[in-house]
């Protein structure tokens, strides 16, 4: 497969537990998570890539970071992937990148922001 042959990968839903939305900038939709005291998480959701490929790629950065980071440590095979590694008091931005079966990554889907409590 062709690196232009991927498509971008569009995220539908950032969801959590309890999760209240806040109002979107940028048309960034952002979530606010429970401040309970429990350790926090978060999980995206997206639509498959209308390329076939057998994995995405979820990337992350803290609000004070330029460069995303790779959050997943073996390809995401389902639609759905769940940060567990989120700190109490931080905002971070996710994307998602398909990738095909060379290793060829999409570009960024749209960007989410969430906020930790």
């Known amino acids: ?28 939709p952002a979530l606010r998570l ?9 999980t995206l959701t997206w639509k498959a890539s209308s390329s076939h490929v057998p994995g995405y790629n979820v990337y992350r950065k803290a609000k004070s970071e330029k460069e995303y980071r ?19 008091g931080s905002t971070y931005q996710y994307a998602v990148r398909s990738v095909d079966a060379e290793g060829h990554e999409s570009i960024n889907s749209q960007e989410f922001t969430v906020v930790i409590p």
């Not at 232009?4 to 109002?23: D, E, H, M, T």
């Not at 790779?70 to 109490?88: A, F, H, I, P």
């Open 34 to 42: 429970p401040p309970d005291g429990q350790q926090h998480s978060v």
């Open 70 to 88: 790779k959050v997943n440590s073996s390809l995401v095979e389902g639609l759905t992937y769940t940060d567990n590694n989120v700190k109490s």
């Open 1 to 28: 497969m062709k690196l232009g042959s991927l498509r971008k990968v569009a995220i539908i839903a950032v969801l959590s537990p309890s999760a209240q939305s806040l109002p979107a900038t940028n048309a960034q």
